[in-house]
């Protein structure tokens, strides 16, 4: 019987036949997209504020920033106030799950710790809202802020700040104001630790969320408020019921808005989803208060021009007055035996803070008052 030898391919035909497979294999990858698998989540986020709000706009820029990098398996479903909750209630109906999480400020919730107040609307160390971002994200603020939320107050939330707001103006008044001696006995909406600056100003203070403001406002029960901008006062309609509007003041310097969501949601997501809803917070905040600048420069004018408002500097003696008033607060919520342990902690941290970054940026900076008298001739305000 006759042995056949089977026919061995060559080196160079069996090397051929390797690299052409490897060829189609890696063009095949290639043309393969790296699609996530996390699971597709809708996160039903709702506002603090008024539908018609700038500051809801924001948010609603926020959610867009998400949808976006989401990629369809991610999604913010963005309520308006009142939607599910009343504005002042969002943080512990994001703590329960009523709500998978809400765009609001600190201030809001306030009542349940009043070190809340200090990330955002507490005294200034000399920084501005961008830089107290700073603080949040690089300064030990976010670390901060988790032991207050989780480890004291047990809440069962996350939350990043999405946007720095430019200084609050210190508000509408119905007759100019001579001075801090203006504020004894006047009926003065704010929040916050704010309340406690302007009480100790000598004003009667009402908090209230925003759309609350004019009907009490008309009906006598406040005489005047500050809210936030010219945007959000203008839309309101707070032009109808006062004519003199003062820019500047410590009462609430370095405000920042926070997203907020429940951690037991926020846990389940994927790690890439995890992220997404921190950078696009990061994010927002550049876009908003880029656009800010544009908007409230514009209805400032507006309110000038059309509505007839005296817009004035706040006097250099109430922001003298309103430190003083600070000094007060401080003393009194640090000494408290139950929250003063971590009140001191936040404060002695912001402190720290401000007294570095605000010596290298106040001056650093140039003397932008005198360029623009130079270009314009002397402000008039």
Known sequence: MTKTNATKPSKATTRRKFLGGAAVAGVASIAMPQVSRAQTVTLKVQSGFGATDILSDYGRNYADKVNEMGGGRLKIDFLNSGSVVKAFSVMDATSTGVLDGNWSVPAYWYGKHRAASLFGTGPVYGTNASQFMGWFWYGGGDKLYRELTQDILKLNVVGFYAFAMPTQPLGWFKKEVAGPESFKGLKYRTVGLASNVM??????????????ILP???KGVIDAFEFNNPTSDSRFGAQDVAKYYYL??????SEAIEVVFNKA????????????LKLAAMAS??????????????DLQTLIEKHGVHVKRTQESIFKAQLAAWDKVVDQ????????PIIKKILESQKAWGKRVAFYAIN??????????????????
């Open 265 to 276: 949601k926020y846990d389940g997501l994927a790690k890439e989803q995890q992220q997404i």
């Open 216 to 218: 009490a406002m008309e």
């Open 199 to 212: 009480q100790a100003m000598g004003a009667s203070v009402a908090q209230l969320p925003g759309p609350e």
């Open 364 to 381: 650093n900076e140039a003397d932008y008052k005198s360029a623009y008298e130079h270009y314009f001739g002397t402000m008039k305000v």
């Open 333 to 340: 919520i640090s000494s408290d035996s139950a929250q003063g």
């Open 285 to 298: 905040n550049s876009d908003n208060i880029w656009k800010a600048w544009d908007i409230y420069s514009k």
């Open 248 to 253: 500047g003041s410590y009462h609430q310097a």
